[in-house]
């Protein structure tokens, strides 16, 4: 990832839900029975576990066992698992999140290394009108509708990434 992208993925371009986990868990639950979306995926260890402590599955979790580089665990078994470094996103993310967000879930996706930028593949991957949710360490969770004009400006993100061998 570029320095110069830091900024612009900082920003929020989702609904921000700053309650606490159970009542952000309950709102983007409502959220979901409204818009019936094609299918679910959150990304971040903590909104992970909000969500499935409150009994809720989604498609597709990604995950590090890791909060704000400290060990967090999910206690989940994993599906599948990938190595992505901090800052990139690695092919092997990319190959798999497209892969389960078309097939039949739930997955749980661990990612050995980092996860903060695959919500970027997960929003440009999944089918339009689904809906990707991650933390927002210090604020809430981000609930990101994944739809045309969203897709269009995470493929623009991702294309200025650079490639690295």
Do not use: C, W
């Not at 997960?122 to 609930?143: C, D, Q, R, W």
């Amino acid at each position: 990832m570029p320095t110069r992208l830091r900024d612009e993925l900082s920003k929020q371009y989702g609904t921000l839900l700053t309650g606490d986990p159970s009542s952000n868990v309950r709102a983007a639950l409502d959220i979901l029975r409204s818009r019936r979306p094609p299918k679910v995926i959150v990304v971040g260890d903590f909104t992970l576990k909000a969500f499935i402590e409150s009994g809720y599955r989604p498609d597709l979790g990604i995950f590090d066992n890791k909060t704000k580089r400290s060990s967090f665990l999910v206690s989940e078994k994993p599906t599948n698992v990938v190595s992505n470094p901090a800052g990139h996103i690695s092919d092997e993310a990319v190959s798999s999140i497209r892969q389960l967000v078309l097939s039949k879930g739930p997955f749980l996706l661990f990612v050995d290394g980092e996860e903060d930028l695959l919500s970027l593949p997960a929003i440009l991957y999944s089918p339009e009108g689904s809906i990707v949710i991650y933390g927002m360490p210090g604020k809430g969770m981000v609930v990101i509708v994944a739809d045309k004009d969203m897709k269009e400006k995470t493929a623009s993100l991702i294309s200025q990434f650079e490639r690295t061998d």
